[in-house]
């Protein structure tokens, strides 16, 4: 178990947060805050990533496509694959993602469980 606190959350980009939600070896779950407007820049890694937008939205380029994503929308994307999203002018948007395995990358922002 581990509960929101001071510290937990980590300011990557500009407008952009995220808190470790919970992690083992196998995966890691993250939460994100995005500011309305915000981009989060061009990258790849060797993880699966799924995800969910809970708010906001915006245009997710996954490759080569690009899609308008919103509330409710989920998503996959194989490791090595290039992706970016440009959050939405007017909405905050919160996402939840799933990394397979673990983000080692991202283990020092995560806080010891409860």
């Not at 995220?18 to 995005?34: E, T």
């Not at 500011?35 to 820049?41: L, T, Y």
């Not at 970016?84 to 806080?111: C, G, H, M, W």
């Amino acid at each position: 178990m581990w509960r929101d606190k001071p510290g937990a959350w980590h300011e990557i980009f500009p407008g952009v947060r995220r808190r470790i939600l919970a992690h083992s070896p196998k995966g890691m779950m993250v939460l994100y805050k995005i500011d309305p407007g915000s981009v989060f820049p061009r990258h790849n890694h060797t993880h699966a990533q799924f995800g969910i937008f809970l708010e906001g939205g915006g245009d997710f380029k996954v490759g080569d496509g690009v899609w308008k994503i919103s509330k409710g929308d989920s998503y996959f994307i194989p490791p090595g694959l290039y992706h970016e999203l440009k959050t939405d002018s007017k909405l905050q948007s919160v996402v939840i993602d799933f990394f397979t395995p673990a983000r080692e990358d991202y283990l020092n922002e995560a806080l010891p469980p409860d």
